[in-house]
């Protein structure tokens, strides 16, 4: 059975750092682009970072660029999300999801169309 799993979520202050990890089971990461997306309550899912199956190209949201870093090991099977100076606004459900592109291509950071498998999603509360 093919799954990704998030973790990492929780309860932060304004200000402070989360580091959100993507696991996968029954398949090899490195085959596969990876993006990372946000559903806040009341609102559409948007993008917030992908990542080429190499690690080679990575986008942003231009909201996020600044404060947000994706990286993986492929080695380990996993994928991150490094998030700095968060703000309330951040306040959302986080999920990866896993593309099977061609040639070490990366998914535009909105391309949710482009991708097979889903996680079932890390909450992130932003809140003093």
């Known amino acids: 059975q093919l799954q990704l799993v998030e973790s990492g979520g929780g309860l932060v202050q304004p200000g402070g750092s989360l580091r959100l990890s993507c696991a996968a089971s029954g398949f090899t990461l490195d085959d596969y682009a990876i993006g990372w997306f946000r559903q806040a309550p009341g609102k559409e899912r948007e993008g917030v970072s992908s990542?080429?199956?190499?690690?080679?190209?990575?986008n942003y949201a231009s909201s996020m660029k600044a404060r947000f870093t994706i990286s993986r090991d492929n080695a380990k099977n996993m994928v991150y999300l490094q998030m700095d100076s968060l703000k309330p606004e951040d306040t959302a459900i986080y999920y990866c999801?896993?593309?099977?592109?061609?040639?070490?291509?990366?998914?535009?950071?909105?391309?949710?169309?482009?991708?097979?498998?889903w996680g079932q999603g890390t909450q992130v509360t932003v809140s003093s």
């Open positions: 990542i080429s199956s190499s690690g080679s190209s990575k």
């Open positions: 999801a896993a593309s099977k592109l061609p040639d070490d291509s990366i998914p535009g950071v909105q391309s949710s169309w482009l991708y097979d498998y």
